[in-house]
């Protein structure tokens, strides 16, 4: 590796450490999507109800790759909210189905237009690189991710040993 290579590598590195601080911060704080306030976790999984609907938390857990719990208590605070409603699965009773209620579906729609209106304004920001430059940076991220993944697995046999 050349010297120019190993500093341009740092500054990705540190790029990609401010990009996450930037997620970081953006998703512990509250977001307004129209009359309603939510934070990002709780957007995700509205949205993820939305688009399916009959999910039930072990799934909603799966997609999101977190805890069962820690889905089942965002959940609890969309239904103290009156945004989901949760029935029992006539098949498996057990399970419990979650749908959005009218309310929920409102925030749905506002946080829909939010994301768009986000989505909007990255591409105007990002719309002066070539496809070419573009398809490059798809492929350093896709790199990218094969390093994190490599790093949550090397973390969780860590601490399956210990």
Known sequence: MTEEQK????????AQNE????????D??????????????????????ALHPGINVTALSGILKKTPSACSQIVRKLREKGWVT????????????????????EVYRAHQAFNDACQKETFRLLEGFTREELEIHIAVQRRLNEAYHGDIKRSQEELSKG
């Not at 500093?7 to 540190?14: D, F, I, Q, S």
């Not at 009359?35 to 976790?41: F, G, K, P």
């Not at 949760?86 to 579906?105: C, F, I, K, P, S």
Request: glycine letters at 6%; hydrophobic letters at 40%; zero cysteines.
């Open 19 to 26: 990009a996450y601080d930037l997620m970081v911060e953006y």
């Open 7 to 14: 500093e341009a590598l740092l500054r990705l590195w540190n």
């Open 28 to 49: 512990s704080m509250p977001h307004h999507y129209g009359d309603n306030v939510l934070y990002q976790a709780e957007g995700r999984i509205i949205d993820l109800i």
């Open 86 to 105: 949760q029935h029992r699965n006539v098949v498996n009773y057990r399970q419990n189905d979650l749908a959005l209620t009218e309310m929920g579906q």
